[in-house]
């Protein structure tokens, strides 16, 4: 099975971010398939930020023979929309609030 690459923008969340996702499915190591799954949020001048990345091995946590990326996509945010992108989003948010702030003491 060869290599494949696939990316989406924008993946947008409940709650109105949008995303980039790119699942990159290959061979670990030990000849394991497996997919990584990244999520990204838009800087705000150019490009993109990483914050999230997970990696699925097929038999475990997916059928390589028919894999349902976008079940997959879901399932990684899901799991780190608890967590990481959370934070990620707190972040940007303080961010952002710090840009906009006028200066004044």
Request: charged residues 30%; aromatic residues 14%.
């Amino acid at each position: 099975m060869s290599n494949r690459k696939l990316t989406k923008f924008p993946v947008i969340a409940a709650d109105g971010t949008e995303y980039r996702v790119t699942l990159k499915e290959m061979s670990d190591s030990d000849g394991d398939r497996i997919i990584r799954v990244k999520f990204y949020l838009p800087r705000k001048r150019f490009g993109f930020k990483k914050v999230a990345s997970y990696d699925m091995v097929a038999g475990w946590t997916y059928d390589p023979s028919s894999p349902d990326y976008i079940a997959i996509a879901r399932q990684v945010f899901k799991d780190f929309s608890r967590s990481e992108l959370a934070v990620a989003q707190r972040k940007s948010t303080a961010i952002d609030a710090f840009q906009a702030w006028d200066g004044r003491l």
